[in-house]
C-alpha cells in the first residue's frame, strides 16, 4: 500500500475513533483504565531515565565549558534549558512511543487477529472508538504529568551529579537553574507532549487496528508501531519548534 | 428469513465469492459447507455486514442491509448472534463480563439484572459456577460455550455461527451441535452454520449449501446430499475415511 492510501485510511479510522461515544460511561471506565496503564505505569521508566539523563547533561555541560569566562551558574542554566525544552518532552516522548506505542499495537492486533474487533462490530459497536479513544485521552491528560515530573527529576539528578562530583556547588546551581526563566518554555514543552501523546496512541492504535494474519503479524504491527510514531513525533517536533519558537 | 441475491466480493484482483444466492430460513439450522479456504466465512462475513459486497444484495426480512441507513444498520446488528471460528471471546474480561457485554453497551438494565440475564444464558450453555474465570483459563469447549452465551445475550433473530465445532473433540463438537439445534428451535431463530465437519452436517443440517471457488455449487436437504451425483460435492462428502465406509454400506445394502 502506498504512503496516500496509509495517510487517508489513518484519517478514517480518526474519525470512527472521534464519532460520539455509545456509552460514555463505560469508556470514561476504560479511559481510567488507561490512564493506570499507560500512565502510572509508565512512572518508573520516566523517573529512572530522567535522573540519569539530568545528571548527564551537568556532567557533560561543565567538563565542555571548562573555562574562567564563563560563569559557572550556566551549568544550570543549560540543564533546565535542554531539559524543559528537548529532553523532557520529546526523548521522553519517544522512550513512551517505545513502551506504550508497542503495548498498544500489540493488544489491538491481537483483538483484530483473533476475531474479537469483528465481535465488537457485529454486536454494533464502534469498535475504533470504543478501543482507541479511551487510550487517547488517557494518554493526552497523563503524559504531561509524567513529562512534568520527568523535568523536575532531571534537574534534580543534574543537581546531584553536580554537586556529589564536586563541580559545581548548590547555590550557583539553583541560581542556573532559576536565570531568565521563561514560563512559555514549559507551555511549549507541554503543548509538544500532548501532540506526541496524540502521535503515539493513533499511530500505534492504527498499526493494530490493521493487523491482518497471525501472531508473526501482530509483532511486525507492534515494531512498526514504535518506528512510525518515533519518525511522525521528529517530523512533528521539527514542525512544532519553528512554529512556536521562532 | 435472510436471502442472498446475486452476491459478490473480491479482495484486492482476487475473486472470493462469485454470484451466490441463497435462502436461509427461520427456525431451521442453514449451513454453508465447503472445503476450508472456499470463502464459507467471507460469505458469512459478507451477510452481517462485516465485508462489502462489491455486486449483490443481503435481504434481512426482505429490507436490503447494504442500503440501509446506519441508523437501521444498528438495529439489525443488535438482532445477531455470532459464535467466531476462535470464540473471539475478550481476552481482558471475565466469563460473566463477556457474556454482560452486550448488555451493557445495548440495554438499558440496571446491574442486577444484567447478571441476572448473563446467568440465564450461561445456564443454558451448561457453563455454572465459572463466571470469574477469564478465557484463557477455559478449555476450547467452555470458551465455544461461553461465545454461544454472549451470541445469545440480547436475544438475536439471527445467529450466525462460524465452525463451532472447529478445533473440539467429537463428543463436545457434538454437544455444541445439539445446543445449537435447541437454541435454534426454542427461539425461532434464523440460524447459520458454517462448517466443513460431515458429522454435523448430518447432525443438524437441514437447509444446506455448498461452496465450491467462491461459488454456489450444490443446495438441498441432508438426506439429497448423500445422493446427489454433484462430482466436487461428493469429493467433499467423502473426503473422510468415516464417511467412505458409510457410502461403501450404503452401496453394499443398495
Ligand atoms: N480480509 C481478507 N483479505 C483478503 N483476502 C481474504 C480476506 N479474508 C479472506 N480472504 C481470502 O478469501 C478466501 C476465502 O477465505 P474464507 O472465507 O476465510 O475461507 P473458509 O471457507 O475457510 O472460511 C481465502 O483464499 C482467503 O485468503
Ligand atoms: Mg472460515
Redesign the interface.
Known amino acids: 500500500m502506498s504512503i496516500i492510501l496509509h495517510i487517508g485510511r489513518y484519517f478514517m479510522l480518526l474519525r470512527d475513533t472521534l464519532s460520539r461515544p ?2 460514555v460511561s ?1 469508556y470514561w471506565k476504560r479511559t481510567v483504565e488507561e490512564m493506570d496503564l499507560l500512565g502510572v505505569k509508565s512512572l518508573g521508566i520516566v523517573a529512572l531515565l530522567s535522573v540519569f539523563m539530568g545528571a548527564v547533561i551537568t556532567i557533560q555541560t561543565s567538563t565542555n565549558i571548562d573555562s574562567a569566562w564563563i560563569p559557572s551558574y550556566v551549568v544550570g542554566f543549560t540543564t533546565r534549558q535542554s531539559t524543559i525544552l528537548e529532553f523532557s518532552p520529546t526523548i521522553i516522548s519517544l522512550i513512551l512511543a517505545g513502551k506504550v506505542g508497542s503495548n498498544i499495537a500489540a493488544e489491538i492486533g ?2 483484530r487477529v ?3 474487533i ?2 465488537l ?5 464502534n469498535s475504533a472508538g470504543y478501543l482507541i479513544l479511551p487510550k487517547i485521552v488517557a494518554s493526552v491528560l497523563m503524559n504531561p504529568f509524567l513529562v512534568m515530573i520527568s523535568m523536575f527529576l532531571s534537574i534534580f539528578g543534574g543537581w546531584l551529579a553536580g554537586v556529589g562530583t564536586g563541580i559545581i556547588s548548590t547555590e550557583a546551581f539553583i541560581e542556573g537553574i532559576q536565570y531568565d526563566f521563561d514560563p512559555f518554555t514549559v507551555i511549549y514543552a507541554l503543548i509538544k507532549t500532548v501532540v506526541f501523546a496524540f502521535i503515539i496512541t493513533t499511530v500505534s492504535a492504527y498499526q493494530g487496528y490493521y493487523t491482518s494474519g497471525g501472531t508473526r503479524e501482530v509483532g511486525i504491527s507492534s515494531t512498526r508501531a514504535v518506528v512510525y510514531s518515533d519518525v511522525v513525533i521528529l517530523i512533528a517536533n521539527y514542525a512544532l519548534t519553528q512554529l512556536l519558537l521562532i | 428469513m435472510i436471502e442472498v441475491q446475486g452476491l459478490s466480493k473480491r479482495f484486492g484482483t482476487v475473486q472470493v465469492l462469485t454470484d451466490i444466492n441463497a435462502v436461509f430460513a427461520k427456525g431451521q439450522v442453514n449451513q454453508i459447507i465447503g472445503k476450508s479456504g472456499s470463502g464459507k466465512s467471507v460469505l458469512a ?1 459478507c451477510i ?1 455486514g ?1 465485508h462489502k459486497p462489491e455486486e449483490g444484495k443481503v435481504l434481512y426480512e426482505g429490507r436490503s442491509f447494504h442500503d440501509m441507513e446506519a441508523e437501521d444498520m ?1 438495529g439489525i ?2 438482532e ?1 448472534g ?1 459464535l ?3 470464540s ?4 481482558s474480561m471475565s466469563v460473566l463480563e463477556n457474556v454482560m ?2 448488555l ?3 440495554s438499558a438494565m440496571a446491574r442486577s439484572e444484567m447478571e441476572d440475564r448473563a446467568h440465564v444464558c450461561l445456564k443454558r450453555v451448561n457453563i455454572l459456577d465459572k463466571d470469574a474465570l477469564y478465557p484463557a483459563e477455559l478449555s476450547g469447549g467452555m470458551q465455544k460455550r461461553v461465545g454461544i452465551a454472549r451470541a445469545i445475550a ?1 436475544n438475536p433473530k439471527y445467529l450466525f455461527c462460524d465452525e463451532p465445532n472447529s478445533g473440539l473433540d467429537p463428543q463436545t463438537s457434538i454437544v455444541i451441535d445439539e445446543l445449537i439445534k435447541e437454541l435454534t428451535e426454542e427461539f425461532n431463530t434464523t440460524t447459520i452454520v458454517i462448517t466443513h465437519d460431515m458429522n454435523s452436517v448430518m447432525e443438524t443440517g437441514e437447509n444446506i449449501i455448498f461452496i465450491h471457488k467462491g461459488r454456489m455449487w450444490w443446495k438441498g436437504g441432508r438426506e439429497e446430499l448423500l445422493h446427489s451425483d454433484n462430482k466436487e460435492l461428493n469429493e467433499f462428502i467423502f473426503a473422510s475415511a468415516l464417511m467412505r465406509q458409510v457410502k461403501k454400506a450404503m452401496i453394499k445394502n443398495g
Open positions: 455509545e456509552r463505560l491481537s483483538m483473533k476475531e474479537q469483528d465481535a462490530d457485529i454486536m454494533g459497536v | 462475513k452481517v462485516l444498528r446488528r443488535q445477531i455470532m467466531f471460528q476462535g473471539a471471546l475478550f481476552d457485554f452486550p451493557k453497551m445495548f440480547m
